[in-house]
């Protein structure tokens, strides 16, 4: 089963993955390569939903790799895709609490995220507190990342 890790936006979803499999695969990096360009101008371009369509289609061909994939933040809220993960993964829920991630997705410059540009930190907070039941619902491992280095959640995760 392919083991997959979920959470939201700044939760070290790729940091984590790269530790456990020097081969993981990106998600977002394989939609990145699809849409041929970032995943910031796709969602001014084409919308949020058209980003929904594609995160959905690249989600059901990655379930088969044997490698460990991490996904973007969203992934969850398509019940499509909560249903294609709790039937087909290992998921590993990387939770934090919601200061915490803000303060990643505000440092991290060279990865400008549409969700953290186009929203008010209280409606951000909003769609972090919505999608809590969503990646609880898909997890089979829920590891709680603040104040841990990659290398204790990596340990936590084996
Ligand atoms: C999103 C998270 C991003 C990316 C897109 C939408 C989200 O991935 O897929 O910007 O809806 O939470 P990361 O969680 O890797 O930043």
Known sequence: MAKVLVGFMGS???TIAELLDPDFVDMD???TDKI???IADFFVEKG???FRQIEAVTLAELLTSQHVLSTGGGVVTSAANRDLLSQHADVVYLRADFATLYERMAA?????RPLFLNNSRADLEAIFQERQAWYEEVATQIVDVAGKSPVEIMEEIR
């Open 12 to 14: 070290g979803k790729s």
């Open 29 to 31: 990096a394989v939609i």
């Open 36 to 38: 041929g360009m970032s």
């Open 48 to 50: 949020e939903v058209a």
């Open 108 to 112: 991290d410059t060279s990865n400008q």
